[in-house]
């Protein structure tokens, strides 16, 4: 080939390896997107049981909601505590076994702190003392209960009035009265069913203060031994437990126990 020709076919490619190169763009440098955020897991709603025939600890309102002493405490020592809590209505027969099978969290029902009741689920610290008193016609001439050992006794089942009830008269005694809740026992004294009724003192003396019609007034027995109501978990939940407390705690350090109680009792009580 003629040099000069070579030498210009040289030139010529040499040219135009320089024109592609200089059109050809470099490749984008890839973006890196930062992943969306997974959302944060929603909070643990609480589940807590609670039998809303007990007023005024608890019970429901004209509007069908659940209220009462108990319901407010548990609620500022959930607030405390951080954490929250969904009331839901629940049988005082069932509670117990709907605590231990998980379908509740928490149980807030006027619940006495018992020995037996600590082998099978956990107490907070005590929230409330109690007694147990006796509700009879205003002429009845009972005094204590010794006075009713030949009486027709109205009980709600499975509670400590029960209790007392039956070391009186025995446990298969006819003259023991069970009824689903107390104000069905108090119920059946206004009806005459029944001679008398023993319970909590908390609700018979609202229920004397509501219904002055029934005529009742309550006695008192130096041999009833005061009660403490503690709020219940499933045996063995210490972290819930741990926080339940911590709350309590911190509301009756700040008095806002104190304004629950005073809403619901007379400071007298």
């Not at 039998?51 to 020592?77: H, M």
């Not at 007034?217 to 926080?243: C, H, M, R, W």
């Not at 705690?249 to 005073?262: E, M, R, T």
Request: glycine share 6%; proline share 6%; with cysteine.
């Amino acid at each position: 080939m003629n040099p000069k020709r070579k030498l210009l076919l040289s030139l010529v490619t040499l040219s135009a390896a320089l024109l592609l190169g200089a059109c050809q763009k470099p490749a984008p440098t890839a973006v890196e997107v930062p992943a969306a955020s997974a959302p944060a897991p929603a909070a643990k709603v609480f589940v807590v049981g609670t039998d809303p025939t007990y007023a005024p600890f608890e019970f429901q309102n004209e509007k069908g909601e659940i209220v009462g002493f108990d319901i407010d405490v548990l609620t500022a020592v959930a607030k405390a505590a951080g954490i929250e809590v969904k009331f839901v209505s629940t049988p005082w027969e069932g509670a117990f076994n709907a605590l231990a099978q998980g379908d509740r969290d928490v149980l807030v029902s006027a619940v006495t702190i018992t020995d037996e009741r600590k082998q099978t689920l956990d107490f907070s610290e005590s929230y409330f003392e109690a007694r147990q008193l006796i509700a009879v016609p205003e002429k009845s001439k009972v005094s204590k209960l010794e006075d009713l050992k030949r009486s027709k006794i109205g009980v709600q089942t499975s509670t400590t009035g029960e209790e007392v009830v039956v070391k009186l008269l025995g446990k298969n005694s006819a003259n023991i009265k069970r009824f689903e809740s107390t104000p069905l026992a108090l119920s059946e004294l206004a009806a005459g069913g029944v001679d008398a009724v023993v319970a909590d003192n908390g609700v018979v003396t609202h229920y004397l203060a509501n219904n002055p019609g029934a005529k009742f007034k309550p006695v008192n027995d130096a041999s009833f031994a005061p009660e403490q109501y503690g709020i219940a978990v499933k045996k063995g939940n210490t972290e819930l437990l741990a926080k339940i407390n911590t709350g309590l705690a911190a509301i009756k350090a700040d008095g806002s126990y104190q304004k629950i109680q005073d809403k619901y009792f007379k400071p007298a009580q």
